[in-house]
């Protein structure tokens, strides 16, 4: 199958050119960027060095191919998408524009209005873990935000059974430098940058809005989101706080989140007595595509507090698109996804 | 005034030492360690190096002196209290001993009996923003937790006034390495904790107790916390949710933490509109005494979100103590506690 | 082909876990720890939750494979090395019992006699860019130091060439924490060790031998190693300064990394004159079984600076082992061994 | 005394004005910035919140005072120096613009014609540990390069002595990310500069002017210097290498050491035999201006190791200059300046 990249020079683009050119069934067509167009892929991604002699395409200079991937700046791809459609049949975007199925959320959490509100029912949310038929006969997915896929996929088991409390989650999500992409700031500077603990969305993050169309399933949720930037690259931990709706013990809990997952390749429930690593961390995550779930029950109260982790730009971005293309494809959707995470790290 | 310190040879207690040393009122006579006695001090404080010739003594050998700092593990000095009363008039204990004011609460939080609940009522919990008054004139005076500091700084004008609905509140707290003490362990091994995102204590931390008995001001609490650590040494960041009960807006809110805290040395209310550090980070307070709290008003419902940081060395442990015995001594509060904390950092 | 792996609980046992769970030629039996004997590797090796329910044996317990990985701590192996070659024909140690051909050279840096200089001339040191010929053949061969895997793939084009000004060379390495061991200790506690710039070895460091040895190709060298700890987990980047006996150019230079590194498939001769990783950088191989080489000519002297980075637990250790076990087995030497890094990270 | 900063902006100007508003015999009258002229300094430095309201004013607004630090960038106080010598009669410039003694030794280390060769001779290098007396009487002071006052400071005895062979020292430099300043570039952005180990000027760093020029004390010194950036924002820490002359044993070099700074403030040997912190290491130095020095003798040669730690926003940058001031005023050379540093940190 031959796939190019719309947006290859990014962080995610780069990691989905990484998967794609490891990848066991596809081939990389082309990869493009205006700014280095005519460059080699490796100027942009260092790590690449030796394995490919790919250069930098232009958007215009596009040939067509199976699928494309597009990792465009959130905005771009909306004003792109009529332009590539005769490119290739399927596309997978990894950018916000076409997440949300309502126009009117659009214009909730990125205070603008969506330039192509018809385009927004062509896509489906990419989410494997809820939306795998779908999936499969899609022609156009959508990728999943960070945060937002971590929120999702802890919560899940609780708001499909129906057990939170008034629909409601208070969560603090944290956050690694390159979930902001690769674009240097004032805030990104490494003197400023490291060791920062920045509470740079404490309400009104866009995420919000995905999350509430995904987990509702009975009744609209009520979603608080707070995130914070800390030290780490790449990474996402949620704490998610909810209380019960019912008594429910740890393991009936553990029920719930095994029922949920039990056949998901890329999502573990972790939840040990023992060790350093007893819940979820994105330290041992780097790199890899799982979702690590987990949970605890509050001995004082009925609060349960969810912990999901994952890596930004894999199970949060090129990770789950990869997963996505391999079922649009009928392939296992572990292909090129093999790599379990370091540790230690 | 002369000065010692019992239990010296740990994080807390060398940062009494190196803020005591530099202090313009008071002179340090003995600082104790069993295991490091006889040895210099700066084998356990390194950046002491070239300030001071002390060496440290045993609890034994320790001769009367005005005020006497205890800052030994957490259960140790309630067996020792009555040992060492008769070495100083005025005791400040740095540990958890002596807290919380109810034997119970103490027995819910700490999972064990108290062995000395009747001098429970003898230790007025020193937090100068709350009992300013009380600590003026104690004899005994505890230090108070590093979480509960951070979060009852940064609630308190909100529970004072009584605008949390239903008295709950949903606190996230980042924690850096150094508030679990000096003693090495399986996961205090760098390559295990460095770069964790560490959900060590999602529910049930000992923090609470304190959080609920100070912030009972209008009816008594809910307070559901939990920790995480994160890559940093020194630092906290609490970052809290709670509805209100009515509809301030942020003007209206500043005015309640402005009128809190107007006159406190070390509270700054920070919430910038621009700028990278537009709200409390414990990066720039590492080393000084402040406790920088903030908030934001939710847009999108009736959420406030409250942040609020500290160096839990500092106005979190050692710092806020020397604060409180500046208190005890009549002198200026700020005396010894000058340091601003640096950027960059 | 069977493989087994005797002190599978440490940080390069788990990386040759992690890699050979992977490998596609391969399968692995038994995995040894005393201490968590009975248990999940898991317990260990959090990283391969979902990927393996092997449990550690004892190596009482140990039956015929293969071969044999052998990653005990230092100075157990020898003692251990009589004992296990029934197990297996072939035996790669990763330790440093057999690195060094001369027992005097053993006691010069290891501070003590050998346990037994007849197996010395046993193993062959399993530097496959060195000696891949000897490997192909060999029953028995040890792991390379990761200081001294840098260190000789850095410099071994100049000393082949004979153009390094009296064999001197001076050697700084920057090392990571996990190069140290899984065993914590005061000065790897994480308050102590993170923002850590320590020069822990500024003399004597042991892999000095193994450079000796393997450069001595054109008379004797003079090696000066210093090694400091700093701020990262994995990873080691050697800066080394030699005088060049002959007024070689940048492209001179070049010329004799290509030839020595034309066909290697793990050496990458990084050397840009623009953009952020100009040079080589162990942050960008993390994972990887890369070691990247590069160089500088001074232009106000006759001084040479070599860089080389590495991952110590991939090429300076675990991957470099699984590389000769490919070339033992006559497979591809990238068998198992495809990961590229990642960036950013 | 009345003092002004100009180029009050950037990282060094920040620690100057932290340093004088709690120095007891200064006061500051006004400090520049082109950029943020009217604007508050906390909008810049946000740790000074709440210990001044001073604004930013123009270099054409500049007042009469007494003493002048000027923080601008390089090359631009060059240009500067005629305009403000009518402001000041003191001036003490923190650029590199006038450390060189020599038009020639400027030429080739920064690459093009100093624009004003004959005031070159009317500044003072202002290491207070080589020129103290010249300091105490001059009117202009230049401040020192960060590396080259840790490398000068860690050779200094040595070289004072005679006892390097061929007068020639290897020096690697580790250095944190402060040092490049406070403008963001695509190198400093955080997912690519953090766990960074950079060979960002593996040859020609400027710095090996100041160095040769002020270790020419018995002869010229050959000076190689590499520069390697490292995870961490303050600090430097220096690893020399060199032969001794003649069998000096580690007592009769700590006698050089102790004989060269027995009576310095700022300067502190450090090598002990156990313990964490044996050497100098920048960690515990930051915000102090300590410069820490130590050496080892190499059993297996006759190279010694020199270690060389500081802050370089402090005793490499700002507090270097505040101890000439103080030197210049006839004040204790400690004043303002007794910031011990942390432990941990």
Redesign the interface.
């Known amino acids: 199958m031959k796939i190019s990249i719309l947006g290859a020079s990014g ?1 995610v683009g ?1 990691e989905l050119l ?1 998967l794609l ?2 990848h066991p069934h596809v081939s990389v067509e082309q990869v493009t960027s205006e700014r280095l167009a005519g460059k080699r892929v490796t ?1 942009a ?7 490919t002699t790919l250069c930098f395409s232009r958007l215009a200079d596009l040939t067509p191919c199976d699928l494309l991937f597009a990792a465009l700046p959130h905005g771009s791809f909306a004003e792109t998408f009529n332009e590539v459609q005769s490119v290739a049949p399927r596309i997978i975007d990894m950018s916000a524009d076409f997440r949300l199925r309502s126009a009117n959320a659009y214009e ?1 959490w990125y205070g603008r209005e969506h330039t192509d509100p018809p385009a927004l029912g062509k896509f489906v949310y990419g989410l494997p873990e809820l939306h795998r038929t779908e999936i499969t006969n899609a022609s156009y997915v959508t990728g999943t935000g960070c945060l937002a896929t971590a929120a999702i996929l802890g919560l899940l088991p609780l708001f499909r059974e129906g057990v939170v409390s008034q629909h409601e989650v ?1 969560i ?1 999500a ?1 956050v ?3 979930a902001a992409g ?18 740079f969305q ?3 993050h866009r995420h ?1 809005g995905e999350i509430v169309q995904e987990l509702s399933l009975n009744g609209s949720p ?1 979603v ?1 989101l ?1 995130a ?1 930037a ?6 996402i ?1 949620i ?1 998610a ?1 909810l209380r019960l709706t019912e008594d429910l013990d740890t393991k009936a809990v553990w029920n719930l989140y095994r029922t949920t997952y039990r056949d998901e390749p890329f999502v ?1 429930i ?1 939840k040990d007595r023992h ?10 995550l ?3 595509n ?1 979702c ?1 779930v ?1 949970f ?6 009925d ?1 349960l ?1 969810v ?1 999901a ?1 994952l890596d930004n730009l894999m199970k949060g971005a090129a990770g789950n698109g990869v997963q996505a293309m391999n079922i649009m494809a009928g392939w296992d959707e572990r292909a090129g996804l ?8």
Request: glycine share 10%.
């Open positions: 962080y780069g990484r050119l490891d100027t991604h260092p790590n690449l060095r030796g394995r909730t208070f603090e944290k690694g430098s390159s690769n674009k240097e700031s004032a805030s990104s500077h490494h003197p400023e940058r490291s060791g920062a603990v920045r509470s404490p309400t009104g919000t009520t608080h707070s914070t800390i030290e780490m690259v790449r990474g931990l704490t706080h573990r972790v060790g350093v690593f007893r819940y979820p961390e994105p330290k041992i780097v790199g890899s799982y690590d987990g605890e029950r509050d001995a004082h109260s609060r507090v912990l982790a093999s790599f379990s995470g370091l540790h230690p790290i």
